[in-house]
């Protein structure tokens, strides 16, 4: 099915362990996205890519790495995680343009103890 | 700096009770604005895209209007499957970087 899938769905580890979270859409969009959901914030941007090779920080981009080498995958990695990255993750493509809508996955729900 | 302000934080009307939901932003330029529908553990799902002031779009129970200064989300005669959180977002001033400023979102429930 197209569409964006994001894994894994749930994941808890610890203080200072490395973890990826991964994003595949099968659109073909151009324009990939990573975001996080904290009660009280909202959605903010961590980090965009406008297509592969190409990325970009975005507003909280403190503690992340992504990397893009295809265009359909777009990981986030958070290379020591912390208690303040507990949070709910968001993937998003779309197509270029600032009036194109972005579409989103269903989230990494990630908790660091 | 770019902000959106949507009102109220929670919304609890009766089944066929219709209301309004509020955006408002301050962002020079617009260049668009985006309503999304988010339901519990799910990611935003999109709903419309306005362009300019003046523009209406509508999709079964529900209609978005846009002017200078703010938008609305109109649910007539709601059902209780239009309970979720409804996010509302603008493109960032500056060019070209595609990001998106979302504001933080009514939590509508419908009661039967």
């Known amino acids: 099915d197209a569409g964006i899938t994001q894994s894994p769905r749930y994941k808890i580890t610890e203080t200072g362990r490395q973890v990826t979270l991964m994003c595949h859409q099968t659109w073909s969009h151009s324009y990939m996205f990573w975001y996080r959901q904290d009660l009280g914030h909202g959605l903010r941007l961590i980090y965009y890519s406008a297509a592969a090779d190409i990325t970009d920080k975005g507003e909280v981009p403190d503690g992340y790495v992504v990397s893009r080498s295809k265009t359909e995958n777009f990981p986030l990695t958070l290379e020591s995680a912390t208690r303040s990255q507990t949070s709910v993750y968001f993937c998003?493509?779309?197509?270029?343009?600032?009036?194109?809508?972005?579409?989103f996955g269903d989230g990494t729900r990630l908790s660091i103890l | 700096e770019d902000q959106v302000t949507q009102s109220p934080e929670a919304l609890r009307l009766q089944e066929g009770e219709s209301s309004s939901l509020n955006c408002s932003y301050t962002?020079?330029?617009?260049?668009?604005l985006f309503w999304y529908r988010q339901d519990p553990g799910k990611g935003p799902e999109f709903l419309f895209t306005l362009y300019s002031a003046g523009e209406e779009k509508e999709k079964e129970r529900l209609k978005a209007t846009l002017t200078k200064k703010e938008s609305f989300l109109h649910i007539t005669a709601p059902k209780p499957e239009d309970s979720a959180t409804y996010l509302c977002?603008?493109?960032?001033?500056?060019?070209?970087?595609?990001?998106?400023?979302f504001g933080k979102g009514t939590k509508l429930s419908v009661i039967p």
């Open positions: 998003a493509s779309s197509d270029p343009g600032e009036t194109q809508p972005q579409h």
């Open positions: 977002a603008v493109p960032d001033s500056g060019a070209g970087s595609y990001q998106l400023t």
């Open positions: 962002v020079s330029g617009l260049r668009g």
